[in-house]
């Protein structure tokens, strides 16, 4: 049973443009909500993080969005980069783990 | 200086054998995770440690044996290989909830 989802495997985009990734999660009791990006042949990295008592947390060109009442998230870059391109993991943390959707592919093109 | 390291990057082995993967933090951070990436890319926890007391064991099978030294190091030792245990390992690291984990770059384990 998946905690956290991300429905869309694959999101290309023009750069310049905003991308929107977007994910669902179950469980209400989560304390915080995680954006990680991936390369190939890498770990995942952090990218931006929202606490579940707040609905918006910006850092750049990256924000993210909580809406509690829905339990979705989403991640909004803008503007993209081709640099941006990668696997995008939206994860929930419990008290003691971090809990992964199974991830969303960017492809950022020119 | 890399956060958080493992090795091998790649290891190959027979089905049977029994392997190791190491890995170390200098972040000074109290938890440390096992992670599983399987073929579907799917990332899965599988231990945590906190300051070298396991904290988390997430049903996986007791041919996989992590051991914490000290609170820099994690390792993970997997008895009799079988294929299915093919898959990407990472390591990570935490100090506080909310601030993210840190990844190591992974270990690709390829059971034949």
């Known amino acids: 049973d998946q905690q956290v989802k991300q429905n869309s495997p694959s999101l290309s985009v023009q750069e310049g443009r905003i991308s929107i990734l977007n994910c669902d999660y179950t469980n209400s009791m989560f304390d915080y909500f995680l954006w990680y990006k991936k390369y190939p042949a890498e770990g995942p990295t952090f990218l931006i993080s929202?606490?579940?008592?707040?609905d918006k947390n910006e850092d750049g060109r990256f924000t993210v969005f909580l809406n509690k009442s829905a339990k979705h998230l989403s991640l909004h870059i803008v503007p993209s980069q081709p640099g941006d391109s990668a696997v995008y993991f939206c994860a929930a943390e419990d008290t003691d783990k971090l809990i992964f959707g199974t991830g969303t592919r960017l492809q950022v093109f020119p | 200086d890399t956060a958080v390291s493992q090795t091998p990057k790649y290891l190959v082995t027979q089905m049977g054998n029994d392997k190791s993967i190491k890995c170390e933090q200098n972040?000074?951070?109290?938890?440390m995770y096992w992670y599983k990436q399987d073929s579907k890319k799917f990332l899965k926890i599988m231990f945590s440690y906190n300051n070298k007391e396991l904290i988390i064991n997430e049903t996986v099978p007791n041919r996989f044996s992590p051991k914490s030294p000290d609170k820099a190091h994690l390792n993970l030792h997997i008895n009799s290989l079988e294929l299915g245990d093919s898959a990407v390992y990472f390591c990570?690291?935490?100090?506080?909830?909310?601030?993210?984990?840190?990844f190591g770059s992974g270990t690709r384990l390829t059971v034949v």
């Open positions: 929202i606490s579940s008592i707040k």
């Open positions: 972040l000074g951070h109290d938890t």
């Open positions: 990570a690291s935490s100090q506080l909830q909310g601030n993210g984990y840190t």
